[in-house]
């Protein structure tokens, strides 16, 4: 995208791409308000597919790169999702009960324990990365107030495959 800076996982160690789907999003189009944190902030449907073999657990997060923080804005993370889970329904990351097995959620930037959606200041558009991290390891080993740029070096030190998802929101 001309103009803004790149995102993230450009510069991280390469790894296999798999596919990514939402019922509720599409990639490079506007965030519906149902999943917008003014409005809805239901968490959308995910479903994956094409994972690399050997991959023992997921994580799933949602990042705004655009965010006028200097290190962007982490709407949601969750780890430690079973490695034979290959979605997560709408509304999945309203708490921890949503999500299958022993998966939890780690504290966001609002912060939450939770999926937050879009909520960006007046002004261009922000990008929101929904990436399913596929990991060669079943516990993280993070905990629920580990922060979140400390998840995101253990989701880097142990993925073994990544699929993302971005779309955009703007502030009325």
Not at 42 to 67: H, I, K, M, N
Request: proline share 11%.
């Amino acid at each position: 995208m001309t103009g803004r800076i790149p995102l993230p996982y450009d510069f991280l160690p390469p790894v296999p791409r798999f596919e990514l789907h939402s019922a509720d999003l599409v990639d490079g189009a506007t965030m519906p308000d149902a999943h917008v944190y003014g409005a809805g902030n239901r968490s959308p449907q995910l479903s994956w597919e094409g994972f690399p073999a050997g991959t023992r657990s997921f994580a799933v997060t949602c990042y705004d790169p655009d965010a006028p923080t200097g290190a962007g804005w982490w709407h949601w993370l969750a780890v430690d999702l079973p490695a034979d889970t290959t979605e997560l329904p709408r509304g999945a990351g309203s708490e921890d009960s949503g999500l299958p097995g022993g998966a939890f959620h780690v504290r966001n930037d609002f912060p939450g324990h939770r999926y937050d959606g879009a909520a960006p200041p007046p002004g261009p558009a922000h990008r929101y990365v929904f990436v399913v991290h596929a990991l060669d390891v079943a516990n993280l080993g993070v905990q629920r107030d580990t922060p979140a740029a400390q998840v995101g070096f253990a989701l880097t030190a142990h993925a073994l495959g990544r699929a993302l998802l971005t779309v955009e929101y703007k502030s009325a």
